[in-house]
């Protein structure tokens, strides 16, 4: 299949660019792939879909400011957007603009923190040494800010706000340079009407990187690949996936990531292990899924590669149909929006 088999036409305005003051008021669009019907609904009844025996899978991450703005020695401005930590102080980074950022150049951030350019890599990353007086875990979430998703707009000054709300009430493993999105409709009320049906909720830890957002450049999807993110699974949650797959129980994975994480566990070793592992397989049409049998997600960007694993496991036809109709329904879309649930 072709990238443009996965393209839909959004009005701007429907880019939610703000979180609703409550996080279950959101509304939710749940797909059946058994009958091939949709229906609207509210996220606050996402529990009466699910009874005793079912297991729900949150992504516990936690979202960092990953977003620090400074100074060459020259004065001019530059970005540093934080992607991954290769080791204690070693970053891979996102530069903007990658020009002004040869090998050698100091960016300044404070008078307390400052990174020097070891190297420049391709896709306008660099490789960043940091240089902190004291933590520079603490120096990071002193100067940084929320790496809100470009569609998002924000004066800069007002990101403090997004700290709270750009964070899963569940958030505990820091990491993240987004947050996994079907998440944010989760407040402690749900989990408590989740427990009384009988319901049980395991995490697992996957930090979502840039791979997970980076654009699809090819035409043909068959050769687009997602790049690797690591992900962990505690022995708790080992046993109890183990144990709900054995019984044939429903696994419902809440977010791409963590349906990415999980089905990654079921390739490499055909049943859910714990420890640390690469989830680094991409889903694409004609993929066969072997851990979850419901999802949770946000609405997706056109032609993203997310938006190609949700069709995967809904079918093509019937979600960009529920698109289309989620569009003339005025749903709120991507990170703060609202929800789709596939059954």
């Known amino acids: 299949m072709l990238i443009a088999d996965f393209d839909f036409t959004l009005p701007v305005e429907l880019i939610a660019q703000e979180p609703l003051e409550n996080r279950a008021e959101s509304r939710m669009l749940v797909v059946n792939r058994e009958t091939g019907n949709y229906a609207d609904s509210r996220f606050e009844l996402f529990a009466n879909h699910f009874g005793r025996g079912d297991i729900i899978v949150v992504n516990n991450t936690k979202v960092f400011p990953a977003r620090l703005e400074g100074q060459t020695e020259t004065g001019a401005l530059v970005e540093i957007f934080l992607v991954s930590e290769q080791s204690d102080g070693l970053w891979t980074a996102l530069a903007k603009p990658a020009k002004r950022l040869p090998n050698g150049k100091i960016v300044n951030f404070a008078s307390d923190l400052s990174c020097e350019v070891l190297d420049r890599l391709e896709d306008g990353k660099v490789l960043v040494k940091f240089n902190a007086k004291g933590d520079l875990y603490s120096a990071i979430d002193k100067y940084g800010r929320t790496p809100l998703p470009p569609y998002i707009k924000r004066d800069k000054d007002l990101t403090d706000y997004d700290r709270e709300r750009y964070q899963t009430v569940y958030a505990s493993d820091r990491g993240a340079i987004a947050a996994p999105t079907a998440g944010l409709h989760f407040s402690e009320e749900t989990f408590r009407q989740l427990s009384e049906r009988g319901v049980d909720t395991v995490e697992i830890t996957l930090h979502v990187g840039y791979g997970t957002f980076e654009p699809v450049r090819v035409e043909n999807i068959a050769e687009h690949s997602v790049s690797p993110e690591r992900f962990s699974i505690t022995n708790q949650a080992a ?11 429903r696994i419902v994975a809440i977010g791409t990531t963590t349906t990415r994480a999980l089905e990654s566990a079921m390739q490499h070793h055909g049943k859910f292990m714990a420890g640390n592992d690469t989830a680094d397989i ?6 066969e899924f ?4 419901a999802l949770l997600t946000n609405f997706h960007l056109p032609k993203s590669s997310l938006l ?10 019937l979600i960009l149909d529920a698109y289309q ?7 709120r879309f991507y990170s703060y929006g609202d929800c789709m649930l596939i059954i």
Do not use: C, E, M, N
């Open 308 to 317: 190609v694993l949700t069709t995967t496991f809904g079918g093509h036809r």
């Open 325 to 331: 109709h989620a569009v003339a329904s005025k749903y």
């Open 282 to 287: 991409t889903i694409l049409p004609g993929y």
């Open 290 to 293: 072997q851990a979850i049998g």
């Open 239 to 249: 046993d109890a996936l183990s144990s709900a797959r054995a019984d044939g129980r």
